[in-house]
């Protein structure tokens, strides 16, 4: 069984900057690609960064060269710098790995918790 678990998120003034995290827990053989998405009320849940296990990243046009993701391939941890944070990137955010678990063919894109990340004006 793999759970993954966020943490960060919180209430920001506009300008300002926050950290989320998010680990993959339990039989773990590989984590291939790992993302953040986001959902506002009202909307769609959307991407909003990925990273693949080369490292090559791919960015929400609204958040490039505001936010940054990277990722521990050892302890399957991925991470999601925010800076000058807006209040319409107000929404919850979720983390996504793609886990290859022990013993197991393939992978399953496996979701964390949710945490709120609001943006005041």
């Known amino acids: 069984q793999v759970q993954l678990v966020e943490s960060g998120g919180g209430l920001v003034q506009a300008g300002g900057s926050l950290d989320l995290s998010c680990v993959a827990n339990g039989s773990i053989l590989r984590v291939y690609t790992m993302g953040w998405y986001r959902q506002a009320p009202g909307h769609q849940r959307e991407l909003v960064a990925q990273i693949t296990r080369g490292l090559v990243t791919n960015y929400q046009d609204s958040v490039k060269d505001r936010f940054t993701i990277s990722r521990d391939n050892v302890q399957n941890i991925v991470y999601l710098r925010m800076n000058n944070l807006k209040p319409e990137d107000t929404a919850v955010y979720y983390c996504?790995?793609?886990?290859?678990?022990?013993?197991?063919?393939?992978?399953?894109?496996?979701w964390g918790q949710g945490t709120q990340v609001t943006v005041s004006s």
């Open positions: 996504t790995q793609d886990v290859q678990a022990l013993g197991r063919e393939g992978y399953r894109s496996y």
